[in-house]
């Protein structure tokens, strides 16, 4: 197995990716994007952040400000997206997903409320998603 990257959110209120090594076949940080798991973004300022093919499970970015942020490729997972401001970001080819868990709406994406003007949007895929806008 190689390294596992994490997201550390609380390394100087800025996001980092953090390298946690395991035991065997260890590869350079450049090869895997960063992920985190139930960390909290929630009320965040993350404008204009290039968080390229980061995976995000279970993470709460409840009012966290995103505009004009870089998420190309980024993976949402069961994460709670509600109030976040989304404006100007470039989320092509981002996947709004679930987590498979005991209870079939926990794990879900909710985006209840954020604010999607200007994002780009081409190829996103979104599948069991909470608060989907209709015209999008």
């Not at 994490?6 to 946690?20: C, F, Q, T, Y």
């Not at 260890?26 to 968080?51: K, Y």
């Not at 994406?109 to 209709?134: F, H, K, Q, S, Y």
Request: net charge positive; proline share 4%.
């Amino acid at each position: 197995m190689g390294q596992l990257v994490v997201v550390d959110p609380l390394e100087n209120g800025n996001l980092k990716p953090v390298v946690r090594r395991r035991a065997t076949a260890l590869r350079s940080a450049g090869e895997h994007p960063a992920r985190a798991t139930r960390q909290s973004f929630a009320s965040r300022d993350l404008r204009h952040r290039t968080l390229d093919g980061h995976s995000f499970t279970l993470c709460d970015f409840r009012g966290a400000d995103l505009r004009g942020a870089s998420l190309r490729g980024v993976s949402f997972a069961g994460c709670d997206l509600r109030d976040a401001d989304l404006r100007d970001t470039d989320l092509s080819y981002a996947r709004f997903s679930y987590v498979m868990t005991h209870d079939p709406e926990y794990g879900r994406t909710d985006v209840t409320g954020a604010r999607w003007n200007g994002a780009n949007l081409r190829g996103v895929t979104a599948e069991r998603v909470i608060g989907w806008p209709n015209e999008l």
